[in-house]
């Protein structure tokens, strides 16, 4: 059996560090889906397990315990920031602006109510207090990217290889954390007097009510004397509203028009239009009507086919330059792009993964699938050079030395922060430079878990040794109640100044709170007592900028405060 022994002793091996981390993450992964009162710690428990495994002893060599964590992070953070990159700056828009205002507020009161928990519960004549409440600051939000950003700020600030295992604070602040995030929201319910029927009725009534910017079909007949003669191009050009006619009957025969295609009184026209520019639109062409179009009177056969953007050349077109319906005959009438249907306007740039609405004849509509591509395997193959090249222009820019007055070493975004936004800007703009970013769900799923389970697997087994004497016969106690403070106090702030002040709805404040702690968990929980998708839309409207103000401010605050 001394085979065996010597696989799980000697530490310089392949076999033993490969068993080491599938140890590790299985038996973290499989805890993490145990649920107490509905809420489980998820893939965090790794943390838990590999702590464990190193304050037993079962460890591996320094030098590949930091590759395997640093190479783990830029995974991580590298491929949430291409998922966040295509809503970065569209999240910005009507209420987002409000609420990521609301959030970044959140973001502020955490890193305040740390600091002074700090200068009230701890010794600041100790260096290793500030570093070890950071590491409390982020168990408390449930944010590991902020976790890993600031452990390697650290590296920077305390040479020799000296710097604290903050890991110890994250791993007693985290599961309060998660508890303290969903109860203070509920805090915040019976503060504010809420009721889960009423917000629902009140979500369903905006619905119904509010015109989204979502295609909206309709037949009209042409009364207007003005624009009978003109083309739709003029007329589209006049009504300065994107508008697409898929169909035109005049005198009787059905045609697919194009922009050179002449309206004249009486004719009849499939219109397809945002739902908010309907009336308008409406009352400049003509009144609605009811149609019974014969297929006799179709020259040919016409067709409606969605077809999938795969080929790579068409990836950052504009519609409007494509000239569908003068070129090909066709007209695209809606886009679907990650689950969402949006209206076909002649600014929209295609991304590969979009799925295409087209009519037309069929034998035009199969050469408009043929030019996109329209393979579904092709979507199966993932980016892997666009991944990579990304990488190293990330680790590029966030080795950049930035020297700031007052700061004992220059500025670095870092191993986190530099992956970081490079992938949010090739997530939005990749395809000005050519690069194809389009990861399936699962693709992006996948490598992001398999870099967030090496990091956190290598934080516990490194922190494991000393985790006994810091947690259970040092601060260990303080790191649990300040961070449930870190936790609550600013969620019952904003969130109870998010209700009064703006008259949010509740379900949208929950979903902005989840997403302001980056929180899943929370999330789910708010998701299962609404009928809508209100706490999805807060939470996405805010998660891209609160995901980048934790790593960013994790560096700032260990840069600026925690030098030696």
């Not at 369903?204 to 042409?222: C, F, G, I, Y």
């Not at 690069?435 to 992001?448: D, E, G, P, Q």
């Not at 949010?504 to 299962?528: E, H, Q």
Request: overall charge neutral; proline content about 5%.
């Amino acid at each position: 059996m001394d085979w065996l022994i010597n696989l799980f002793r000697q530490q310089d091996g392949v076999a033993h560090i490969a068993l080491l981390y599938s140890i590790v993450i299985a038996v973290g992964v499989y805890l993490g889906k145990i649920k107490i009162g509905g809420i489980s710690l998820g893939v965090t428990f790794v943390l838990f397990a590999g702590i464990v495994a190193g304050h037993i002893g079962f460890t591996g060599p320094l030098p590949v315990l930091n590759f395997l964590q640093d190479f783990g992070l830029i995974l991580f953070v590298f491929m949430i920031g291409l998922q966040v990159g295509p809503g970065f700056f569209e999240s910005f828009g009507k209420d987002g602006i409000k609420l990521n205002m609301l959030s970044t507020v959140t973001v502020m009161l955490n890193i305040l109510v740390m600091f002074a928990c700090y200068y009230i519960f701890f010794d600041t004549g100790n260096p290793v207090n500030l570093p070890m409440m950071v590491g409390t600051l982020y168990g408390a939000v449930t944010n590991t990217p902020g976790l890993g950003a600031a452990s390697e700020a650290l590296h920077s600030v305390f040479p020799d290889g000296q710097a604290p295992s903050i890991a110890s604070g994250y791993a007693c602040a985290y599961p309060l954390g998660v508890l303290g995030i969903i109860g203070a929201t509920l805090a915040i319910k019976f503060i504010c007097k809420v009721k889960f029927e009423e917000e629902n009725e009140l979500l369903k009534d905006a619905e119904a009510d509010n015109p989204h910017a979502k295609p909206h079909p309709m037949h009209l007949r042409v009364d207007n004397s003005y624009i009978a003669g003109r083309t739709l191009q003029e007329i589209s050009q006049f009504l300065n509203r994107d508008i697409v006619c898929t169909r035109i009957m005049h005198e009787g025969h059905l045609s697919t028009p194009n922009r050179d295609t002449k309206f004249e009184l009486n004719d009849e026209v499939l219109i397809v239009c945002a739902e908010s520019d309907a009336e308008a639109i409406q009352a400049f062409i003509g009144p609605v009507i009811n149609v019974d179009w014969d297929e006799e009177h179709q020259p040919q056969p016409m067709i409606s086919r969605r077809i999938v953007v795969t080929n790579s050349s068409m990836n950052g077109k504009s519609l409007g330059k494509m000239h569908f319906s003068s070129l090909y005959g066709v007209n695209v009438t809606r886009i679907t792009r990650q689950g969402m249907d949006l209206f076909a306007s002649r600014n929209h740039h295609f991304h590969v993964g979009d799925r295409v609405m087209v009519v037309g004849p069929e034998e035009n509509v199969n050469r408009v699938a043929e030019m996109m591509g329209n393979s579904e395997k092709r979507l199966n193959a993932p980016n892997i050079a666009t991944i990579f090249v990304g990488i190293i222009v990330g680790i590029i820019f966030g080795s950049l030395p930035i020297a700031l007055p007052g700061m004992p070493v220059p500025l670095k975004l870092g191993l986190a922060g530099g992956p970081l936004i490079i992938a949010i800007i090739i997530g939005r703009f990749g395809y000005r430079m050519g690069l194809v970013t389009y990861t399936t769900t699962s693709a992006n799923m996948m490598l992001r878990e398999f870099g967030l389970v090496l990091f956190l697997a290598s934080v516990g087994i490194k922190a494991g040794d000393a985790f006994w004497h810091t947690v259970v016969q040092g601060d260990g106690l303080k790191y649990v109640y300040t961070g449930f403070l870190i936790t609550i106090i600013p969620i019952l702030l904003v969130g109870t100044f998010a209700r009064l002040k703006y008259k949010f709805n509740y379900f949208t404040i929950m979903g902005m709170i989840s997403g302001s702690y980056t929180d899943p968990p929370a999330l789910a929980y708010a998701n299962s007592v609404c009928n809508g998708e209100a706490p999805a839309i807060g939470y996405s409207t805010v998660y891209p900028l609160s995901m980048f103000l934790r790593i960013f401010t994790a560096q700032l605050i260990v840069l600026f405060f925690c030098g030696a």
